[in-house]
């Protein structure tokens, strides 16, 4: 049977041959001989929704404006119909009755929708299934995506490529409308008189920790290039909601910018294939593409990067020759002091002279309290401390933290049994610079003469415990040597009741998470490669599953900017 539409008086049915159970729309037919047809899964409850349905309603009233024939029918996710009135309220089109849950049920299933906000787009005529990408379609191509057809996003992205192929400085920042920039003065600056400088198109959202921090160094690179000689200018790119946030960060940039809310800022995004910020990527006198991002660059190596402008091979290895040369003079004193700032702190806040721990192998242990894996990850690292200082007396941790108050510094700190920076120290910013510090918990180990001995202390403390001490390469390289040693006398296959469905064979792995204990391990694996499952040899040996720690303690949200998942917290 082909889809059809069947209505009674008031009441419209539709029904797909495709799906396995109907919708009911109390509206006349009238309302919806359009087609396509959009399914939009969504919940007044869901940021991402509230944040997607705008550009809905503006891509549907801007086809409406031009004649297009376009329907969206809203399937809700919400948990009462209050919700479901003030949401719906706010649509200018159709949705299924909330008290049809059987229905809005049924099309959750028929579409396998798994998350939203979710946006199927169908033929109303023959129940095509245009896509089931729509949000994203939607999101990158607006009106242009129009009527979404496979065909048609395929020549968009032709299209797009095109554009790639004969770049140039006005296709990357102009439109059809707009020939110009603005600087956070008002004036406008014409995009011609950017052809032959190289340019840097930096991603911003205003009031974001990261991008601050960037912008602030770029600022001053930007400055000494200027007053260098070199043809260099930077294009800001706002990600920002509302005009106000903008002109704030705005003010402090001394460069230009896209106008706020201009399309072309939310078509960079796709461009350029935005992953993370800070981002900034350099186009070269050319107008084509040089590097897509340029920003680690200059994380890495700070104010000093300008010396290796423009980023090309031969000026990145004097920057990678000058780091290296600062890393051989790298001392705990040079980590750890900054002029009156020659302490850390014990539990009752007294002051530990750095040069107390000169000569020791010390972990800097950065972490807080409001991230949930650094609290399942402290008893781990409790234990292997006391293990390790039971036989080593040259050894120390000291904790650099990112809680937001003293309180919760407090409270985190007095579960540990070592050394800490004070909260408010301005020495942590630049540790957290100097290594690259993505993600907490993170442990960084300085071996006795000062230098870095590990930059991951984290992975080799969960796979080896306190045998890993001191992590250096060296260490690590006899501890694998007694694994292979072990590894002899194991059985090549087992069974094993957690993974009943195959046997598992033996393999020498890199790094893996155990299935049972769900630690990391490395080295050697029983394993099963159909199934992805992995156990420890002692979990598979010993015929036994640990089970999940528990940190006993509420679960507390992570700030702005950073995103827990697994057993790290990054920033977002």
């Not at 003010?251 to 294939?273: H, N, S, T």
């Not at 014990?346 to 991230?371: H, M």
């Not at 036989?391 to 309180?407: C, L, M, N």
Request: aromatic letters at 10%; a negative charge.
């Amino acid at each position: 049977m082909n889809s059809a539409i069947l209505l009674s008086s008031t009441r419209m049915w539709w029904l797909n041959s495709y799906a396995t159970s109907y919708f009911i729309l109390q509206v006349k037919i009238s309302s919806i001989e359009a087609s396509p047809v959009a399914l939009y899964f969504s919940a007044s409850w869901c940021p991402p929704c509230r944040r997607f349905t705008p550009k809905l309603i503006e891509l549907y009233k801007e086809l409406a404006s031009q004649g297009k024939s376009f329907e969206v029918v809203f399937v809700s996710g919400d948990q009462d119909e209050e919700a479901f009135n003030s949401y719906f309220g706010k649509m200018p089109w159709l949705a299924v009755p909330f008290s049809d849950s059987e229905g809005r049920e049924g099309l959750d299933g028929r579409f396998k929708v798994s998350g939203i906000p979710h946006l199927v787009i169908l033929d109303a005529k023959t129940g095509e299934v245009y896509t089931e990408d729509g949000v994203e379609f939607v999101s990158e191509y607006g009106v242009e995506a129009y009527p979404f057809t496979p065909e048609r996003i395929n020549e968009l992205k032709e299209q797009e490529k095109a554009e790639k192929d004969n770049q140039t400085i006005q296709s990357v920042l102009g439109t059809s409308t707009r020939n110009y920039l603005i600087s956070n003065k008002g004036d406008k600056v014409p995009i011609s008189e950017l052809e032959g400088k190289y340019v840097g198109l930096c991603f911003v959202v205003g009031g974001y920790g990261p991008v601050d921090e960037f912008t602030a160094v770029l600022a001053k690179i930007y400055e000494k290039l200027k007053e260098a000689g070199e043809k260099f200018e930077v294009v800001a790119v706002s990600l920002d909601s509302d005009e106000s946030s903008f002109n704030e960060s705005f003010a402090k940039m001394p460069w230009l910018a896209i106008p706020q809310g201009d399309k072309m800022c939310e078509k960079l995004v796709r461009y350029f294939e935005l992953r993370s910020l800070p981002t900034l990527v350099l186009i070269g006198t050319d107008g084509k593409t040089l590097n897509t991002n340029v920003a680690d660059i200059i994380e890495e190596h700070g104010f000093e990067a300008w010396e290796g402008f423009p980023f090309s091979s031969e000026k990145l290895e004097i920057l990678a020759e000058k780091a290296k040369a600062k890393a051989a003079s790298q001392t705990l004193e040079s980590l750890l002091i900054s002029g009156d700032l020659d302490f850390v702190i014990g539990k009752d806040g007294t002051k530990v002279p750095v040069s107390e721990l000169v000569g020791k192998t010390v972990l800097l242990y950065f972490s807080a309290k409001w991230c949930g894996p650094c609290r399942a990850f402290l008893p781990t690292l409790v234990m292997e401390y006391n293990k390790i200082k039971a036989k080593h007396s040259d050894f120390e941790i000291v904790f650099i933290s990112s809680d937001r108050d003293q309180s919760s510094f407090d409270e985190f700190f007095s579960e540990m049994p070592w050394l800490a920076l004070p909260l408010e120290d301005d020495r942590k910013a630049f540790l957290k610079k100097t290594f690259r510090i993505r993600g907490i918990p993170s442990l960084v180990a300085i071996g006795p003469t000062g230098q870095t001995v590990s930059r991951d202390a984290k992975a080799h403390l969960r796979i080896h415990g306190a045998d890993a001490f001191p992590f250096t390469e060296e260490r690590l390289e006899e501890l694998q040597k007694e694994l292979d040693e072990k590894a002899k006398g194991w059985p090549e296959k087992l069974k094993h009741s957690l993974h009943e469905e195959h046997e598992l064979v033996l393999l020498r792995r890199g790094t893996y998470g155990c299935d049972g204990c769900e630690e990391m391990g490395s080295t050697w694996s029983y394993r099963c490669d159909e199934c992805d499952f992995d156990l420890h040899p002692k979990c598979a040996l010993a015929e036994e599953k640990k089970g999940e720690e528990e940190d006993g303690k509420a679960a507390e949200e992570a700030p702005a900017g950073y995103v827990c998942e697994g057993d790290v917290c990054r920033k977002a």
